[in-house]
Antibody
Framework: QITLEESGPTLVKPTQTLTLTCTFS??????????VAWVRQPPGKTLEWLAL???????RYNPSLESRLTITRVTSKDQVLLIMTNMDPVDTGTYYC??????????????WGQGAMVTVSP | DIVMTQSPDSLAVSLGERATINCKSG????????????LAWYQQKAGQPPKLLIY???TRASGVPDRFSGSGSETDFTLTISSLQAGDVAVYYC?????????FGQGTKLEIK
């Protein structure tokens, strides 16, 4: 059974750096040929894909935000981190951690965390 | 970026009737080498994360009722709910995962008439 859970601050100030943690279980990011992605959703709006890390450590970013994003994994803890710098109120929304797989013949985002609501406000 | 455009933006359908949602991509999402369209449909109920319904444009995800079906190829896709149930009230999104950045449609809100 695959599960993912997001954790991190619920409130950050403008210009601060946000660090979100995705803790997952039910698969291995080291050997299973899969990926973990981050997707966000501003209140009342559509979904936006942010970043993706594969089991071979290949990383992909949304070009619109690439300069502000870092995705990395903590293999020993089955975790993936998303770091977003220079936060702005427009970054307010729910941030989802999702499972993507299998590499080479992807089947969409089949498992989602419950999401972490992040508010950016002075 | 591949722009995904859904129609309509909202839809009201009577219980037991058919609901149809369309999705158009700005360029083909067909992988000719594998003959697969990298197009997914998600259902998002209020206060919940999205749930994968359909991948490869027409393959139902595990546990998804067969009243949900997907069709289409290259740039034009359709999600059909054959007999609407009360629990199907949600916002539906299409997504292409053919090329980076992955992109989503704006969403279609489905309600009961």
């Amino acid at each position: 059974q695959i599960t993912l859970e997001e954790s991190g601050p619920t409130l950050v100030k403008p210009t601060q750096t946000l660090t979100l943690t995705c803790t997952f279980s039910g698969f291995s990011l080291s050997s299973d040929g899969v990926g973990v992605a981050w997707v966000r959703q501003p209140p009342g709006k559509t979904l936006e894909w942010l970043a993706l890390i594969y089991s071979n450590d290949e990383k992909r970013y949304n070009p619109s935000l690439e300069s502000r994003l870092t995705i990395t994994r903590v293999t020993s803890k089955d975790q993936v981190l998303l770091i977003m710098t220079n936060m702005d109120p427009v970054d307010t929304g729910t941030y989802y951690c999702v499972h993507d797989g299998p590499f080479g013949e992807p089947e969409g985002f089949d498992f989602w965390g419950q999401g972490a609501m992040v508010t950016v406000s002075p | 970026d591949i722009v995904m455009t859904q129609s309509p933006d909202s839809l009201a359908v009577s219980l037991g009737e058919r609901a149809t949602i369309n999705c158009k991509s700005g360029q083909s999402v067909l992988d000719n080498s594998k003959d697969k369209n990298y197009l997914a449909w998600y259902q998002q109920k209020a206060g919940q994360p999205p749930k994968l319904l359909i991948y490869w444009a027409s393959t139902r995800a595990s546990g998804v009722p067969d009243r949900f079906s997907g069709s289409g190829s290259e740039t034009d896709f359709t999600l059909t709910i054959s007999s609407l149930q009360a629990g199907d009230v949600a916002v539906y999104y299409c997504q292409q995962y053919s090329s980076f950045p992955f992109t989503f449609g704006q969403g279609t809100k489905l309600e009961i008439k």
